[in-house]
Every structure is written in structure tokens, then in C-alpha cells.
């Protein structure tokens, strides 16, 4: 079967760096996404990688290694507004998107 | 680019009615839109994939007659709730994404919250 594994939960504190991991077993890949929720909202667009390696946007990267079926979503200089649930997604080989659990991110002052 | 609108944002209605929801993308076109479904805590499930001008494929489990999906134009696909019911009640969300090649994002609506009462 296909599954994708998060942390349920992760407590950081503000000005700090959290990394929210990922790991996913699923039939074929055609990419990651990272999308962060903020609770009662929808979820919004990320970070997304195919190849290995490190992808940088401000204060979020996003990290992936295929082989080791793993990613990592890293946020630096927390802010409070960080606060929320970070869904990583896989897209198989029929171009399905595998969703994960979430992570709640809880930011403390 | 790439908004994806979504009509109502809150429903709250009497067991046995039927409640529609729009999904609207905005600035482009949408060959391919999603219907999820996310309970309290909960990641999201998709409920089924909307095709413009042909049936949407539903996943496993998620009853046809039930949640009927329209998609008759390029920008808007409808969800209708049939005979909803208390356990009906959850918040629904649509996507869309502009297509073509795997790395472009779903891009979400801002969800409908339905309760049955």
C-alpha cells in the first residue's frame, strides 16, 4: 500500500529552526509537496521537489533524497504565524497526490 | 495566479436537504478539479476527481448517488450533497491545478464548513 509518515505534532520556539519530516512509501513518485494549514482554512502551496536536494524559499527549504524515500520541510526564524499543520503529499505514478497525516506545528513565545 | 474560489464557506441546514458547493477557478483554466473531504484533526481525503465534460472518477468508498459532482465548464465544477445527514457534516475542499506538467501545485479553495443538524 502506499503511506506517507509524518510527525503528529512538534512544539519550536519563535527566532528558533524547526524540521518537519517526511518519509513515504508509494507506487511510483512524480514529486513532493509541502502545504501548510492553518486550522479552519484550506491548505496552501509550499514547497514542491522532484529532483534530490535542496530547495529554498525565504524562510522555508525543503529537502529530498528518492532513495531514501524522505523529505524534509525546515523553517527557519519562526514566527508566530508559523503556527499551524504541515501536509506533505506524494505524487505517484498515476499522478496521484498521497497525502499525509499533517503535522501540527505549535510555536511558543 | 491560479485562485481557486470556493461558494458557500459555511453551510448550516436541516437533515434531509441537499446542499450544492461551488468551486470556482478564477484566473485560469481547470481541465482536472479535486473534492475533499477533512474531518476535525484529520488529513484531507479526496472524495473524487472532476473531469470537465465527462464523469468524475470517485474513489473508493465515497457513495456516487451521494455527493453528485458536476463539472461543466472549464472553471467551475459543483458538489451536491444529497439527503445530507449529521455525518455528512465535516469541511469540504476543492482544488485545481493548472495542468500539463507534474510540478504544478493543487491549488485550494477556501473550504466549505457543513453542518447537518
Known amino acids: 500500500g502506499q503511506n506517507i509518515d509524518q510527525p503528529t505534532e512538534m512544539t519550536a520556539t519563535e527566532g528558533a529552526i524547526v524540521q518537519i519530516n517526511c518519509t513515504y512509501q508509494t507506487s511510483g513518485f512524480n514529486g513532493l509537496f509541502w502545504y501548510q494549514q492553518h486550522a479552519g482554512e484550506a491548505p496552501t502551496f509550499l514547497s514542491y521537489n522532484v529532483l534530490d536536494g535542496l530547495e529554498e524559499k525565504g524562510r522555508f527549504s525543503s529537502f529530498l533524497s528518492r532513495s531514501k524515500g524522505y523529505s524534509y520541510l525546515l523553517l527557519k526564524e519562526l514566527q508566530m504565524k508559523d503556527s499551524a499543520s504541515y501536509l506533505c503529499?506524494?505524487?505517484?505514478?498515476?499522478?496521484?497526490?498521497?497525502w499525509g497525516a499533517g503535522t501540527k506545528l505549535i510555536i511558543k513565545p | 495566479g491560479a485562485v481557486v474560489s470556493q461558494h458557500p464557506s459555511r453551510v448550516i441546514c436541516k437533515s434531509g436537504t441537499s446542499v450544492k458547493i461551488e468551486c470556482r477557478s478564477l484566473d485560469f483554466q481547470a481541465t482536472t478539479m479535486f473534492w475533499y473531504r477533512q474531518f476535525p484533526k484529520k488529513s484531507l481525503m479526496l472524495m473524487a476527481t472532476s473531469n470537465e465534460g465527462s464523469k468524475a472518477t470517485y474513489e473508493q468508498g465515497v457513495e456516487k448517488d451521494k455527493f453528485l459532482i458536476n463539472h461543466a465548464s472549464l472553471t467551475l465544477s459543483t458538489l451536491t450533497v444529497t439527503s445530507a445527514h449529521p455525518e455528512d457534516s465535516s469541511f469540504y475542499i476543492c482544488s485545481a491545478s493548472l495542468g500539463g506538467g507534474g510540478n504544478q501545485p493543487q491549488h485550494f479553495g477556501d473550504g466549505t464548513r457543513l453542518s447537518i443538524l
Open positions: 503529499a506524494v505524487r505517484d505514478s498515476n499522478y496521484q497526490l498521497i
